[in-house]
């Protein structure tokens, strides 16, 4: 509840000290809009932010969906087979050394301009902090665990199941976290890129109409979403394995 | 689940690292339905022969053999329990009591479970978590496991090493009874619970292991013994002896 309030306060108080910056330097409203004007445009334009929203939305949850999957799956194979961890790991580092930003006209090229290939950039970009976390968690389950199982004649496949699954949950969470907040900024690059549709290519087309408010708008709903996506995910995680994350 | 006969194990040989050697020669009779205790300075690789005896992998190579006299394999019949109790902190006491059936894949009695948590008293903790129990609880969910375990052969490593007195009082004689009949090699830097639980003690030292005298059943030895205290004296002479 503190934590609210003081969250509350930072915000109000940097709206309330942007008012005055703008009031006293009195910039053109293309270059700075106040607070008051971008709420103005955002209630002027709910409806058309809300669709592009969603389409935002949309993207952003099938790509976390597909990319946390295709994460945990690589994970588990880098652990499952050493061989697996031989090529892929490399290769999946060689691959991180890529921004995202430069693949993503290619990607549009490829798909299109369609929803696909914004997808696809939100898994780009999340996969790896996923396959990452999970598979640190994986490989370092204590040996002392490793060692009582092997006294207990387990089969590798339940001690996988049973010993290093549910170890590594809590980093495979810091993981997802991380991807709650990655993935939106996959989604609007790729809509940035090219697209017809999203809060990515509302800030686009408010940018190229000066309508700095509506930009500035767009922005803030971004950023809202993000956070109450990031929110939502903690949340859901801490409630259904609340019994891998404490002690 | 297995045989119940307990078998003796027999340990011979030397033992090195790459760099040094660690047990010159070693010769330990390990001996069916007692307790048999390795004694020595902290440090000196007391764990390290308890993993050679389970098959668990050591920094280690042993140049001789380890045998049971029933000649079957003995790493699948043993059970381990530390100082540190092992308990997988997900799961619940009773969870954590049936880790093994669960890791083999195997059915097991609900009852016998319940029987043996009852029998380590903690009936009133068994949905807990260990990160709510006491140490001594900790340990005694680490002892039920064992027993649960229900292997002949026993290797304790120092499991009353982190226990308050009292506690470990209460934990010392609940182990005792409740492991009778197993094969028990018991590994501890204290020669006063060398003394009281053992019908066999070695001295590790690092060119020659040694057995030593020990007292005459039946054990355990009660805390103020004479005899506990004489021997201890004279064992941690010994001890101290074989560290220089």
Redesign the interface.
Known sequence: MKAIIYIVCTFLSIFFFWELAVRLANPPPYILPTPYSVLVAFKENSLLIYEHSIVTIVEVLIGLTIGIILGMITALTLEIFVTARLILRPLLIFSQSIPVFAIAPLLTLWLGYGILSKVVMAILIIYFPVTSAFHDGLSQTPK??L?????????NR??LL??KI??S?PSLCSGIKLASVYAPIGAVIGEWVGSSQGLGYLMILANGRVKTDLMFASLFTLGILSITLFGLISYLLQISLS??L?? | MMSSTSPSIELIGSVRSESEVLFGDIRLAVRANQWTCLLGASGIGKSTILRLIAGLPTHVKLDGSIKSNDHLPISNRVSYMAQNDLLIPWATVSANVSLGNKLRGEKFSPEKKLKIIEKVGLMDHKKKYPFQLSGGQRQRAALARTLMENTPIVLLDEPFGSLDSNTREEMIDLTFESLKGKTVLFVTHDPHEAARLCESIYILGRQKTTSNRSLKPPFPKTYSDKLVFDLQYSLLEKIKSNRS
Do not use: C, Q, S, V
């Open positions: 002392r665990y060692d009582l199982a092997k006294t207990m004649r387990g089969t339940r001690n049973y010993l549910p170890h949950i019994k891998y404490k002690g």
